[in-house]
């Protein structure tokens, strides 16, 4: 008669240790949700290396030409690697787009970092005409704002893919007279 209650004993004693395994597994994907694989912010940081090029006239027109030589670093700090696609960041003045910077596709490894070199051809006809051009030449100093929406796939453990979007701002400060240019940029990531 022993071996007839066996059968249900073990059954119960399965679905037990089934269940704490499980429970047990379930706390431990919760708890590394919210602390390794916690989503961080990515840091992007655009770096202007200076003027490749300024032509500029006075007469008979006043015309500008600008190229300005940038490093854009991309850092990481995720568990998920974030591959993105061809996309194009804005440079405004004023609220008025005075160039458009191609970035080409990349992949930003888990905790990783990349930087990517580019040049930026501002629209010197756009920034002339603005309405605030001579009150910042005057001043010496000249703010542009650059935005860039970076979409692509964050994969985490190689085998979980998501969408994702990196939003970046960056602030871009340029002196006349000492030709010293400082960016600040902000950034976010969206799943």
């Known amino acids: ?21 499980l429970v047990i597994a379930l706390v431990v994907m919760t708890i590394l949700a919210l602390t390794v694989f916690k989503l961080k912010q990515p840091e992007i ?27 854009v670093t991309i850092n990481n700090r995720n568990y998920g ?17 005075v160039a458009l910077v191609p970035i080409d596709h990349a992949l930003v490894p888990a905790r990783g970092k990349i ?3 580019t040049s ?37 453990l190689k085998f979980v893919k998501f969408r994702a979007t990196a939003f970046s701002m960056c602030d871009i400060s340029f002196s006349i007279q000492t030709k010293k240019i400082d960016s600040k940029c902000k950034s976010k990531l969206k799943m």
């Open 1 to 21: 008669m022993p071996s007839a209650k066996t059968p249900s004993r073990r059954l119960k004693v399965c679905c037990i240790v089934t269940t704490i395994v």
């Open 115 to 117: 930087n990517i070199t």
């Open 81 to 97: 690697s974030f591959s993105f696609k061809n996309s194009t960041a804005y440079v405004t003045y004023h609220d008025t787009v």
């Open 120 to 156: 930026v051809d501002l629209m010197g006809d756009k920034l002339v005409s603005n309405p605030h051009f001579m009150e910042d030449l005057t001043n010496g100093n000249f703010n542009l704002i650059s935005t860039a929406d970076l979409h692509g796939k964050v994969r985490v």
């Open 45 to 71: 940081d655009a770096r202007p290396v200076g003027l490749a090029n300024i032509q500029y006239s006075l007469y008979p027109n006043v015309t500008l030409n600008v190229t300005l030589g940038m490093v």
